[in-house]
């Protein structure tokens, strides 16, 4: 995914190279008027009226733009079967999610460009979900819209139903600031929940002993390699601040997972593909749970997560990966069978 960054660059900048300005008045490399409505201005955002949330679409955040930063040179609209050719064949990393339309706009900084990016993903979930696939932990800052990351010039976040991508291709102040200004500005148009949305509910049912900040990732297909795993929700633990009976012999990381299926019997079915996805690596040292009354197992192994215990409740399939300590992952277990008695996650996440 990293190398979508650099694949949307150099294609947008041969685009506009040869299209030149697609706006009556805004030549591609004519030098921004101080007196335009990119000039940065610190109270510029004061009293903007957000669009209403039940009626939020691409057109009206588009055009919420166009009115504001009038440099825009380059305007042009996406769907699932023309996406290739702007990201190329990391669309289907897109497309995997429920991505309905991208809209990208150029805006000319004297001799520089802003490209932005706006993903309509079609909801709040998978929204997050392509934004927890392209960043890692470390880059995530939650700054702005519901949890956004900054690395290589480029600057993501995801609001409401829209991931948006923000990229320029010099590092200076003027553009730095733009950059910030613009993301303020779909930051107050688009009203998001920070509390009381699908995502902050799903990471509370997650244990937060050790849990590694901003890790929570969401795979709605092919989690962990296998084509049976989908609609999975996944958070990282330090392992090195874990304190185990058995320690954890260098392993850094451990990794909690919860896969959603329609419904029981298709997750009880899951117990057998599991076994037989990773019968290589298990290594014959595989038993029940210890003390949990539920369909499952636990077991060594010698992939990159050390051990697997991967149980069935309800319809859910959830496994702790990684430690070493049987007791431990059954209270980590625990701990989140606890939290899913009273919610259904499948009302949440459609």
């Known amino acids: 995914m990293k190398k ?5 660059i150099v294609i947008v900048i041969v ?10 008045g805004t030549k591609a490399n004519e030098p921004i008027d101080t007196n335009s409505k990119t000039k940065i201005e610190s109270d510029n955002n004061k ?3 957000a669009i209403d949330p039940s009626n939020i679409n691409l057109e009206e955040l588009v055009n919420r733009l166009q009115k504001k930063y009038d440099t825009y040179t380059f305007i042009r609209y996406y769907n699932s079967e023309n996406l290739m050719d702007i990201i190329d064949g990391e669309a289907i990393a897109y497309t995997s999610f429920d991505f309905k339309r991208l809209c990208l706009i150029n805006y000319n900084l004297g001799d520089s460009y802003i490209v932005i990016f706006l993903f309509d993903m079609g909801n709040f979930v998978s929204a997050y979900g392509i934004l927890s696939q392209e960043n890692t932990f470390e880059n995530i ?3 702005y819209g519901f949890t956004s990351a900054y690395t290589q010039n480029t600057l993501t976040f995801c609001d409401n139903k829209f991931y948006i991508k923000i990229q320029s291709i010099e590092d200076t102040k003027y553009v730095n600031e733009f950059v910030s200004q613009v993301a303020n500005y779909i930051d107050e148009l688009i009203v998001t929940d920070k509390k009381n949305n699908p995502i902050s509910k799903i990471e509370k049912l997650f244990p937060t002993n050790n849990a590694i900040n901003n890790s929570l990732a969401y795979n709605k297909k092919d989690f962990l390699g296998t084509d049976f795993l989908e609609y999975s929700f996944s958070k990282k633990y ?30 009880r079915a899951s117990l057998i593909k599991y076994r037989q996805y990773f019968e290589e690596d298990l290594d014959g040292d595989v038993k029940k749970p210890l003390n949990l009354a539920l369909p499952g197992f636990f077991g060594k192994a010698s992939d990159e997560w050390g051990i697997h215990y991967y149980f069935i409740y309800k319809n859910y399939a959830i496994g702790v990966l990684g430690f070493l300590d049987e007791k431990y992952s059954e209270e980590y277990a625990n701990q989140m069978i ?13």
């Open 238 to 267: 330090n392992m090195k601040a874990a304190k185990t009976d058995k320690g954890n012999e260098g392993q850094e990381e451990g990794l909690i997972f919860i896969s959603i299926f329609k419904d029981d019997t298709e997750a």
């Open 4 to 8: 979508l960054i650099v694949i949307c």
């Open 141 to 143: 800052k939650n700054k």
């Open 47 to 49: 009293d903007i009226e």
């Open 15 to 24: 685009i506009f190279n040869c299209d030149g300005a697609k706006k009556e």
């Open 338 to 350: 606890n939290k899913l008695k009273d919610i259904d996650l499948l009302k949440l996440i459609y």
